[in-house]
């Protein structure tokens, strides 16, 4: 690594920390609803961000919502099951993937019916709207030779390799429906902030200057 490397990088460390003590404050001081919502292809870097944002913050002030696996139940009352995941007053929720994942990988997976689909995407911003909850809508983009090489080292790495799953190697063979249904998203589900991840660090640091751009 060049010592010009190393500078850029050592500034991009200054600049993201400037940037988490400013989250910390504005967390704490915060008394609204805000949904941060983590959107991405396999890979992204979601889970990643939500550790490294949230690992200074007082726990009192944020909680983390993973996705899982949902029921038949779940399926069909989809925005219905979310209605018990959102902040409390003065709190922030991170959803590590969330109820788009219905116009995301359900859609593209054939997990939901066409009519659940349409039904989603007719009802989700005045669902939204209804709530009293300000959502900050990210999707984390990254290229299709970047999600290659990072499911690649998953595969071989002796520390990752559990982390593989069916899922991430139809991924690679879904990029362009991705693409596709995230632009439907980006049309028809309100404002969303696409960052480049192909550089983690990178990505990182316009993540949490965006997030509190956001939060006052």
Known sequence: MTKTSTDQRSLKMNALETQQATLNQKAENNRERIAVILEGRDSAGKSGTIRELTQYLNPSWFSVCLSAKPSESTMANW???WENKMPSEGQIVFYDRSWYSRAM???INGWCSDKQYRNFMAKVIDWEQSQNITFI???LSISEREQIA???EREISPLKYWKMSPNDKKAIAQYDEYTIAKESVF?????????????KKAGRLEFITRLNHYIK
């Open 79 to 81: 925005l219905g099951h």
């Open 105 to 107: 990988c359900q859609k």
């Open 137 to 139: 809508k990210m999707w």
């Open 150 to 152: 990072r499911l690649t």
């Open 187 to 199: 049309t028809n589900c309100g404002k969303w902030h696409s960052i480049n991840y192909d550089d």
